[in-house]
């Protein structure tokens, strides 16, 4: 079976007494539902795909966070839903990027989450640097699951990242 040619991810996660917000919660839900309206009104179910998914690490005081894949902006936060159902008319990405195009979006990736975890753990505790956490046991405030999530996320990017770079080099 062939996947979508667009996938959106719509974070309507939700938390209670966290010093990171509530989540996406309500606002979440309500662009997942403007989006699958949109979808079935435009007979594009099988084309479109629209995922509820948990928190994506930004955690916006207003509107909800989407992931559109493809996409050279894939994270976007505080939409509110009309601003979801856009994402369905932006171009699509080229479909056989080149190494560099790879690298490119990797790297803004990386970047973007390394901001994103640097900006969850100075919530936890400000002032934070981008050294201190790299020893994040030296910070008891950085116990927190979403935290530790982001940052597992990055760990994963930048996996991928070097397993490419090295892939690209032998070839
Ligand atoms: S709760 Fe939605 S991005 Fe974190």
Request: proline fraction near 9%; include cysteine; charged fraction near 25%.
């Amino acid at each position: 079976m062939r996947g979508p040619r667009l996938h959106l991810f719509v974070c309507a996660n939700r938390r209670e007494g966290s010093p990171l917000g509530p989540g996406c919660g309500e606002r979440g839900d309500a662009a997942y539902d403007a989006l699958k309206a949109e979808v079935g009104a435009r007979g594009l179910v099988a084309r479109v795909w629209v995922t509820k998914t948990h928190c994506l690490g930004i955690c916006p005081p207003q509107g909800a966070t989407v992931a559109r894949y493809p996409s050279s902006d894939p994270i976007r936060a505080g939409l509110a839903p009309a601003e979801a159902v856009a994402l369905l008319d932006e171009p699509e990405a080229p479909a056989t990027p080149s190494w560099s195009d790879i690298e490119r979006e990797l790297t803004a990736i990386e970047e973007l989450q390394t901001k994103k975890v640097l900006d969850l753990a100075r919530r936890l505790r400000p002032g934070l640097t981008l050294e201190d956490i790299q020893n994040p046991h030296d910070f008891p405030e950085l116990d927190d699951p979403d935290w530790h999530y982001a940052d597992g996320i990055l760990t994963g990017v930048k996996t991928v990242t070097t397993a490419l770079r090295a892939q690209r080099n032998r070839g």
